[in-house]
Each structure stands twice: as structure tokens, then as C-alpha cells.
T-cell receptor, first 109, second 114 residues
């Protein structure tokens, strides 16, 4: 079952904050977050394992609420380099990742 | 540099052609994946190999045939493709085939079927 990401697209000015959500109708064991810039490979950002732990590095962090079967990615004080499409990949217990449709983030100066 | 390379980067082929996509990983990983990425669709897993054995075949048509001769190389053999097979084909690798490990993606092969 494909997780649902929201919003589908967001436009920000440099320095503003953003939240991207990933919701599943099935129980989740872990959630991955990836960013893909146009014409490039998706790049791993972080993985959140069952246990509700919050992770982060620099100004990008994420949380995982296993009871609500959802994860959120937080981008603080966004930089131009944060532009791209963000994907969540969910482990629903079938030994593979199922990806959301992506959220396109545009950061303007 | 992600450590995963793919060739060719672009490929145009007719529906009667036979071609192969190649992926190589330099990360010492034990699992490799093929994904299909179409416009406005999520990443679709096609095949997973772990320690050179196929562990997942996600209901992919037989016109796509994977081959994993060793843990560093992965091929996708293509024959009698349809125009709807046009997409970006991404290769990825991870420490092992379980979803608990991050995946490292190659730059992809942009395939156009005419």
C-alpha cells in the first residue's frame, strides 16, 4: 500500500520552514527519507526505526509516530540547496520499501 | 559520488530491439535493486538481489530480465518493450536486502521506447 505524502508541492523563500508528512494505512516498521534533485539520483537522508525516535542532522530532522503510522520531515531555515523532491519509503513488513509519490520542494531566494 | 554507477545514462530503443542496462556498486554491499521511476508516479521496486540471489520479483513483465553475476554487478536485460516502459530506471544497493538499511542509488538510465 503506497504511503501518502503531503503536501504534493511547496514553494518557500530561503530561511522559511517546511514540514512534509508521510502517512500509511498499514503498520510501519521503519521509514526512510530521500531527496532527489532534478536529473540526479535519490540521496538518502535518514532512517527512522520503530520506537518513535526523532532523528536529525544539520537543519533537517524527522519524527516517526508508529501508532499513527506516519512520519514527518522537518526542514528548518531552508537553504537553496534543499530544493528537490522528497520521498518517504516505508517498510510495511514485506521486506521491501514502498515509496510515496514525492513532495516537490522549491526554495526561492 | 554515490558509489553506484549505471550505464548507459540514456537509451533509445525500438520495440523489437534487445538491450541491457548495467549497474555497478563500489560500496561492498550485498544487496542490489532495480527500480522504475515514471513521471508523476512513485518509485516502483522491480527486483531485489541479496547475495546474488533474487529475493523479490515485484510482478514485473517477463520482457524485463535481471541478472546478478556477483554482488557488485547487476544487469537488466530488455526485449520487446512497449512505449509505456519508457521511464528512468534506477539501480540501488544496500548493506543487505532488509529494509532496515539505507539504499544508495545510481544516477539512472533514461529509457525511451519508440
Amino acid at each position: 500500500q503506497q504511503p501518502v505524502q503531503s503536501p504534493q508541492a511547496v514553494i518557500l523563500r530561503e530561511g522559511e520552514d517546511a514540514v512534509i508528512n508521510c502517512s500509511s494505512s498499514k503498520a510501519l516498521y521503519s521509514v526512510h527519507w530521500y531527496r532527489q534533485k532534478h536529473g540526479e539520483a535519490p540521496v538518502f537522508l535518514m532512517i527512522l526505526l520503530k520506537g518513535g525516535e526523532q532523528k536529525g542532522h544539520d537543519k533537517i530532522s524527522a519524527s516517526f509516530n508508529e501508532k499513527k503510522q506516519q512520519s514527518s520531515l522537518y526542514l528548518t531555515a531552508s537553504q537553496l540547496s534543499y530544493s528537490g523532491t522528497y520521498f518517504c519509503g516505508t517498510d510495511q513488513g514485506a521486506q521491501k520499501l514502498v515509496f510515496g509519490q514525492g513532495t516537490r520542494l522549491t526554495i526561492n531566494p | 559520488e554515490t558509489g553506484v554507477t549505471q550505464t548507459p545514462r540514456h537509451l533509445v530503443m525500438g520495440m523489437t530491439n534487445k538491450k541491457s542496462l548495467k549497474c555497478e556498486q563500489h560500496l561492498g554491499h550485498n544487496a542490489m535493486y532495480w527500480y522504475k521511476q515514471s513521471a508523476k508516479k512513485p518509485l516502483e521496486l522491480m527486483f531485489v538481489y541479496s547475495l546474488e540471489e533474487r529475493v523479490e520479483n515485484n510482478s514485473v513483465p517477463s520482457r524485463f530480465s535481471p541478472e546478478c553475476p556477483n554482488s557488485s554487478h547487476l544487469f537488466l536485460h530488455l526485449h520487446t518493450l512497449q512505449p509505456e516502459d519508457s521511464a528512468l530506471y534506477l539501480c540501488a544497493s544496500s548493506q543487505d536486502g532488509s529494509p532496515g538499511y539505507e539504499q544508495y542509488f545510481g544516477p539512472g538510465t533514461r529509457l525511451t521506447v519508440t
